[in-house]
């Protein structure tokens, strides 16, 4: 089956890209390689060093003899794309190539439009090149638990039925994003719906937790094939901060209480939930959503973990309260769904397990490279 990975350059992408290409699909990448250029505008780098996207991709080439195709431009082109779509003819689309950074979206007023119009103007290109040449290509697209916020009941996944003055509908899953980039994956998912109902195209939205790790299968097979790790105060997520800090001997700074729990997932978990929701296509008119994370954890239970880890391996981790430099519910119920893609046989896992190998030790190993002045965060929501 030929799959284009829409942000193969970025770090599920990558991933994704080559765990597809290992397994017999043929793959095609779609980057802008807007990510880099966005690092190096803030002056961050990703801890781990990667090589440029043509190196990366001819290295796999020589290392398996398997080939991607090399597609650079803007999704936001529509000719580009349109021209790209003709080119590659894929049966599939997984879209992972949006502005990704809630921080980045909430910098200012700029960076707020950059990412919605990238984000949504993308994604309806995308919505438009398949209902003109490919409405039986299967699109797979990222959207993230974000969307949902945090609500005082369970998390479905993506429906919920009501009952209502006597009557009752499955209807969406009422969303309350917390922050500009949350809610351009929001608008997505209405445009998205609204394309499979009046077109017929088949999506599914993968309602993605926060991803960690840097080794799968394929980007552990050689130094030019690394993954992205962000720890900076834009890109970096929680518990790469704390991974960087224990390495660094800082103490891993908590926004706030603490509290606040998150839905995660295994890079390793990612290429497979992608894999298995390209394996058993959405029907065609049908919009199909999955929660694809496999844990859920409070950030000061994450934070407990890398000093156990890190006291494992000799470090000594303090921990920290910092302020909350965002609006967000710190005490709050969260209790969330994912069943389907277990029932299609995902076998997760455990941050337990990969904490040490796929975190800290690349943490440890890379700790020279790392730029105290980006760890704290600069934006702030207010
Ligand atoms: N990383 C996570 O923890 C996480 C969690 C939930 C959801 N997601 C979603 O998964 C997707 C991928 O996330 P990531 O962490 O790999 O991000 P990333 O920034 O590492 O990669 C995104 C890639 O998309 C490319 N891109 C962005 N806009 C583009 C455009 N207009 N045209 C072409 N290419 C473009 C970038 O150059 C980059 O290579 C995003 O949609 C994100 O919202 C990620």
Redesign the pocket.
């Known amino acids: 089956m030929k799959v284009l990975v ?9 991933a994704t890209a080559l765990y597809l290409s290992n397994r017999g699909y043929e793959v095609g990448i ?9 690092d190096a505008q803030l002056c961050v780098e990703t801890l781990t060093p990667i090589a440029p996207i043509q190196q990366r991709i001819q290295r796999w080439k020589d290392l398996t003899g398997k080939s991607i195709d090399l597609f650079v ?5 529509y000719t580009f794309l349109s021209g790209a779509m003709h080119s590659f003819e894929p049966e599939a689309v997984v ?7 809630a921080p980045f979206s909430m910098i200012d007023r700029e960076h707020a439009v950059l990412t919605q119009v ?2 949504v ?2 994604t309806l290109n995308l919505l438009y090149v398949m209902r003109e040449s490919f409405p039986d290509c299967h699109l797979v ?6 969307e949902y916020g945090t609500p005082n009941i369970d998390i479905e996944e993506g429906y919920i039925t009501i009952e209502h003055n006597g009557r009752k509908d499955t209807l969406p899953y009422p969303k309350q994003p917390g922050s500009f ?1 949350h809610l351009s ?1 929001v608008h997505d998912s209405h445009n998205i719906h609204f394309a499979c109902k009046i077109w017929g195209l088949r999506a599914t939205d ?7 790790g840097v080794l799968t299968d394929e980007t552990g097979m050689d130094e030019l094939l690394v993954n ?1 790790l ?1 720890y900076d105060g834009v ?1 970096g ?1 929680a518990l790469n901060r704390f991974c960087i800090q224990a390495a660094v001997g800082h103490p891993l700074t908590v926004y706030g209480s603490g509290s606040q729990t998150r839905a995660m997932l295994d890079i390793r978990d ?1 290429v497979r939930c992608v894999e298995l929701a390209i394996a058993t296509p959405a029907n065609p008119g049908e919009f199909r959503v999955f929660n ?1 994370f496999t844990e859920m954890f409070s950030i000061q239970d994450i934070a407990m973990m890398i000093k156990g880890a890190g006291n494992s391996l000799g470090l000594s981790v303090e921990i920290k309260s910092i302020e909350n430099p965002r609006v967000e519910a710190e005490e709050h119920y969260f209790n969330a769904k994912n069943t389907n893609l277990l029932d299609l046989g995902l076998q997760p896992h455990l941050l337990s397990d990969s904490l040490l190998d796929s975190l800290l030790n690349f943490s440890i190993k890379y700790k020279d490279r790392v730029d105290e002045s980006q760890i704290l965060p600069k934006v702030t929501w207010r």
Do not use: A, P
């Not at 431009?73 to 082109?77: I, S």
């Not at 697209?141 to 974000?146: A, E, P, Q, Y």
């Open positions: 829409i942000g193969g350059d970025g770090y599920c992408g990558w779609l980057d802008s390689l807007v990510r880099r250029h966005w431009g803007d999704l936001t082109d879209h992972f190539g949006e502005q990704r950074s990238n984000n103007v993308g697209k990222l959207g993230t638990m974000g980039y994956k993968l309602n993605q937790g926060i991803v960690y992205r962000d890109f997520t990612t694809q």
